[in-house]
């Protein structure tokens, strides 16, 4: 995806602010907040988190004890998650406008980092996981999750799945024939294999690094940690 399609990419996802969770929730079959609960489950118990590509602050709200700080390349996906997760919430999470690959964060700030639905929006995956390597201390945790894709041919009936069904029902709730939500089946295209993202975080130098498809195979969860 060149930085034209990223643009334009950013302009549809804060399209879809007003319909986020909805949709999320009915492409995964209501799985999502299973699947925020096991990310929640795999945090570290203790220290500061890192959550990498907010979105409208729908996992942010789940987590209201630790100390959190959110990142987000979309001025109003930030505007709208301060409002949810900060109403009531002490000390308030952290809210910062910047992208994976290029954030504002001193050498290892955060205990845990964590990227759900986001990765594979992200331009530059292989510069993104460098970033949050850095960021995070020695011995920290990455957790991410997003729609599996465990090799071609499964690749394949998760892109009709996104755009038959979820794409459908996207025109039906934005009542738009050219709906925001279609980008997000681009992206999916574009997003690799399960296996490609554990050589890419093996790569760039994590270790532990482990994937899961949950059921019903419609996600990975992979995890993997910063050398101590």
């Not at 034209?4 to 969770?21: H, K, S």
Request: charged share 30%; glycine share 8%.
């Amino acid at each position: 995806m060149g930085q034209e399609d990223w643009a334009e990419l950013q302009r549809n996802l804060e399209a879809t602010i007003p319909v986020y969770d909805r949709i999320n929730r009915f492409a995964t079959m209501g799985q999502d907040k299973r699947w925020r609960k096991m990310v929640r489950s795999r945090l570290p118990k203790e220290g500061s988190i890192l959550e990498v590509g907010c979105g409208p602050g729908t996992f942010a709200e789940m987590i209201p004890e630790r100390e959190l700080t959110c990142l987000d390349p979309i001025p109003e996906m930030l505007s709208v998650a301060e409002k949810r997760v900060n109403s009531n919430r002490d000390p308030p999470a952290k809210f910062v406008e910047a992208t994976a690959e290029n954030m504002p964060f001193e050498d290892g700030s955060f205990e845990g980092v964590c990227s759900l639905f986001s990765f594979r929006d992200w331009f530059d995956k292989r510069a993104g996981l460098a970033e949050v390597k850095r960021v995070l201390k020695p011995g920290g945790k990455l957790i991410i999750v997003d729609p599996a894709k465990m090799n071609r041919v499964h690749g394949w009936f998760g892109y009709l799945w996104m755009r038959i069904w979820v794409g459908g029902y996207a025109r039906f709730i934005c009542k738009m024939k050219d709906h925001p939500w279609k980008w997000l089946t681009k992206t999916y295209v574009h997003f690799g294999t399960t296996k490609t993202y554990v050589k890419m975080l093996k790569d760039v130098g994590f270790k532990d690094v482990k994937s899961k498809v949950v059921f019903p195979g419609m996600a990975t969860i992979w995890t993997a940690h910063k050398p101590e």
